[in-house]
């Protein structure tokens, strides 16, 4: 599976933006799909993830509420809106994508990442 991330940009605090992730291979409906993202100067962390029917998603607390995952299996493709955004959702977007086990899709359990994306950065001024 290969992995291809786009929509990062510059928006301002408040706004909105939305990343894709497309995936190559016929077995994308397999996997459950994610996204983590790394600051500048901080270590890469879990920002969201979906099972392979998009019938359960998980969340890191700091963008409960304000980011939404989503995918389309039909188009190979995982979605992730950003909306209120603020200064310290700056970071470099990656997608990931791990074969669908049935884990739990939390920060502390969706962790082993079968493939990842080359990153996507997504830059929110103050």
């Known amino acids: 599976v290969q992995l291809q991330a786009s929509g990062g940009g510059l928006v301002q605090a408040g706004g909105s933006l939305t990343l894709s992730c497309a995936a190559s291979?016929?077995?994308?409906?397999?996997?459950?799909m994610g996204w983590f993202r790394r600051a500048p100067g901080k270590e890469r962390e879990f920002v969201t993830a979906?099972?392979?029917?998009?019938?359960?998603?998980g969340y890191a607390d700091s963008v409960k509420g304000r980011f939404t995952i989503s995918r389309d299996n039909a188009k190979n493709t995982v979605y992730l809106q950003m909306n209120s955004l603020k200064p310290e959702d700056t970071a470099v977007y990656y997608c990931?994508?791990?074969?669908?086990?049935?884990?739990?899709?939390?920060?502390?359990?969706?962790?082993?990442?079968?493939?990842w994306g080359q990153g996507t950065l997504v830059t929110v001024s103050s």
């Open positions: 979906i099972n392979w029917s998009g019938g359960s998603t």
């Open positions: 990931a994508a791990a074969f669908d086990y049935g884990l739990a899709l939390g920060p502390r359990t969706w962790n082993k990442i079968d493939y």
């Open positions: 291979g016929r077995t994308f409906s397999s996997y459950a």
